[in-house]
């Protein structure tokens, strides 16, 4: 199964929090697993399972890259992938706050 996770660089914008995030989401029906890290800066990953990896992506972008409160916060702070089978090597960058990477699609 592949899962889509949401990484939050809560070091690059603290206009919203990480709650928020989760809420917007749960509003939209998705209930995330989160877990959090320090790698150079912390960050929370709101992680998502599905079966339908590619209707999820489209879910979360319109429901909350798209969103007109939240949407510009999450475009600034969050890198999102889509990690498949075969570990951390097997994934899709579905978005990044940095505009100049290179975006996967599915």
Same mark, same amino acid.
């Given at each position: ?31 995330? %697993?989160?877990?959090? $890290?320090? =790698? ?9 399972? +599905? /079966?339908?990896?590619?209707? @999820? ?25 889509? %990690?498949?089978?075969? $570990?951390? =090597? ?9 505009? +100049? /990477?290179?975006?996967?699609? @599915?």
């Amino acid at each position: 199964m592949k899962y889509l996770s949401i990484q939050i660089q809560t070091n690059r914008d603290d206009s919203y929090s990480v709650d928020d995030a989760i809420d917007l989401s749960r509003k939209l029906g998705r209930f995330p %697993e989160v877990d959090s $890290g320090d =790698d150079k800066g912390k960050f929370i990953h709101l992680n998502y399972f +599905s /079966e339908d990896v590619a209707r @999820l992506w489209s879910d979360l972008k319109t429901g909350m890259l798209d969103d007109a409160v939240l949407g510009p916060w999450l475009r600034k702070v969050a890198v999102i992938v889509c %990690e498949g089978n075969k $570990g951390p =090597d097997d994934y899709l960058l579905l978005w990044h706050w940095d505009a +100049s /990477e290179k975006l996967d699609s @599915l």
